[in-house]
């Protein structure tokens, strides 16, 4: 099962340095799992960018994936792991997500780079 970091979703829309890294988990809609925090974070910032037509594209695709809500258990879990990280609390949310359902979280973001169970890639520069 894959996690796919709200960061790597947008790497992947924009098809930008690493989108490659990202779309063998994107495009196993099977085995992925979005978190609704990443449906809120990409969401907000596709909005923002690019308006409201490719942020609800952005979310339909992002639902091929099994969205899952955010649990009691796994709200706690997110604390924990937060603070053992020094993550902040999307990011919590998220690896907590990842770990409640034995997945891979892939990412670009450097906070978690060396987490356990996590696939990580540097942020390269864009694409010109």
Request: hydrophobic content about 45%.
């Amino acid at each position: 099962m894959n996690v796919v970091d709200s960061c790597g979703w947008l790497e992947y829309f924009a098809d930008d340095s690493n989108a490659y890294f990202f779309k063998r988990p994107v495009e196993d809609t099977q085995h992925l799992i979005v978190p609704t925090i990443c449906l809120s974070e990409v969401f907000k910032r596709t909005l923002v960018q690019t308006g409201e037509t490719e942020a609800f594209h952005a979310v339909a695709q992002m639902t091929t994936g099994c969205v899952v809500d955010l649990d009691r258990d796994t709200a706690l879990a997110a604390v924990r792991v937060g603070l053992a990280h020094d993550l902040r609390l999307a990011d919590s949310i998220i690896l907590a997500t990842a770990r409640a359902l034995d997945a891979t979280l892939w990412t670009q973001d450097a906070h978690f780079k060396g987490i356990e169970g996590v696939k990580y890639v540097e942020k390269r520069k864009k694409k010109v």
